[in-house]
């Protein structure tokens, strides 16, 4: 689909609750896109991302995806809908708007099997398709994955994330309470760590050891007879290919941090931290006569809108808009989308059997 240079890119939001509107107000940023369409189901959802979601008048609210998808109001879509329907809404992109370009939300889907299957159904789609781990672009985060891929603290033999932070968010029916729905929390949150890892370490994950559990969050709730049954912390242990290790300490009861993530690599010539709110990168080298830690705060001018993720959200976007523009291939691949599931799967089998798990054992059809 060719975009003239002078037109901005029109966007199409499936899927309009919260990270919608997110998504929306980003768009709004950039100077070169609009959104043009939403789709929705819930009409209290459609309102509020009219209302509140920094969109142009003349917007085309549509109760229907599909009804959006043959619109021709739009160049791009971005796919916001809850975990689980992801699969079903992107194999009927696929089949009916074969050049729309795509950006799809985290996780990719809830199972391994369903990101096969988007895997191989677009084989064949003209658009990019590109998949929302937008935690590769927090500007520290990114400055963090520049030092290591730079050498500067050599070959990285360990990695570490922290994230401590607050239970997750309600959201529309409250469709996140179950692991049915949202893949567990090791897909459904932690996804974007799991990719970080793959990403800073540029090898490719072998094996998974988990311990986690539900001990504090969401206890108390019923939805229909149901208690929720999604986990609130783990520790997850994950091997790599090139003798890299890491390691995923998450705690979803932890409001009383000072941070909310840190992330630490550490290779055989030094270390690299960085931590967030405070977009602060610390950097120490083990040589003799180096200077102490050196510590510097990193923001990023380019970004117009700082959201939920620190302006990551808005960078991905300003690449995403790129790629479509000049053709070139997405940032983010299906595959890397599938990775992150795939070890988020083993971390919750590893702690329901007890055991370290290989990725082949996830991976294998």
């Known amino acids: 689909m060719t975009i003239e240079a002078d037109q901005p890119v029109r966007y199409g939001i499936i899927g309009s609750g919260m990270m919608g509107i997110e998504h929306m107000l980003n768009v709004a940023a950039i100077g070169d896109a609009v959104v043009t369409a939403i789709a929705d189901p819930d009409g209290k959802s459609r309102h509020l991302a009219a209302k509140y979601g920094g969109a142009p008048e003349g917007l085309v609210p549509f109760e229907s995806y599909r009804e959006l998808l043959s619109s021709g109001l739009c160049d791009a879509v971005v796919v ?11 194999l009927d992109l ?28 677009a084989e064949h789609h003209r658009g990019v398709v590109w ?51 949202t893949g567990g929390t090791l897909v459904e949150k932690c996804c974007h760590f799991f990719d970080l890892m793959h990403h800073v370490l540029q090898a490719t994950p072998v094996r998974v050891l988990a311990s986690g559990g539900q ?57 690299v931290e960085a931590f967030l709110p405070s977009s602060e990168v610390r950097l120490g080298l083990r040589a003799a006569g180096q200077p102490g830690v050196e510590r510097t705060i990193v923001h990023d001018p380019d970004v117009h809108y700082e959201g939920f993720h620190h302006g990551s959200s808005y960078l991905e976007h300003l ?46 059809p």
Not at 80 to 90: G, L, Q
Not at 319 to 342: K, M
């Open 131 to 181: 998949v929302g781990l937008e935690y590769r672009y927090m500007p520290p985060v990114e400055r963090l994955v520049r030092i290591v891929h730079d050498g500067t603290i050599g070959r990285p033999r360990m990695m570490a994330i922290r994230e401590h932070r607050y239970p997750f968010l309600p959201k529309v029916g409250n469709w996140n309470r179950f692991s049915r729905n």
């Open 319 to 364: 690449d995403f808009v790129a790629a479509i523009r000049n053709g070139a291939a997405p940032g983010v691949t299906l595959q890397d989308g599938l990775l992150a599931v795939a070890v988020g799967v083993a971390a919750h089998r590893s702690i329901d059997e007890g055991r370290a798990v290989t990725l082949d054992e996830v991976l294998t």
């Open 94 to 121: 696929f089949a009916e708007a074969p050049d729309l370009h795509v950006l799809v939300e985290k996780p990719l889907c809830t199972t391994v099997a369903d990101c096969r299957r988007l895997i191989d159904a």
């Open 215 to 271: 001990d504090v969050n969401h206890l108390d709730e019923n939805y229909d007879g149901e208690v929720p049954d999604i986990l609130d912390n783990a520790f997850v242990i994950v091997d790599f290919d090139s003798g890299a290790r890491a390691v995923l300490d998450l705690c979803m009861f932890a409001e009383g941090s000072h941070e909310q993530e840190e992330l630490s690599v550490v290779g055989d010539l030094g270390k």
């Open 80 to 90: 916001s809908t809850p975990n689980f329907t992801h699969i079903d809404v992107m």
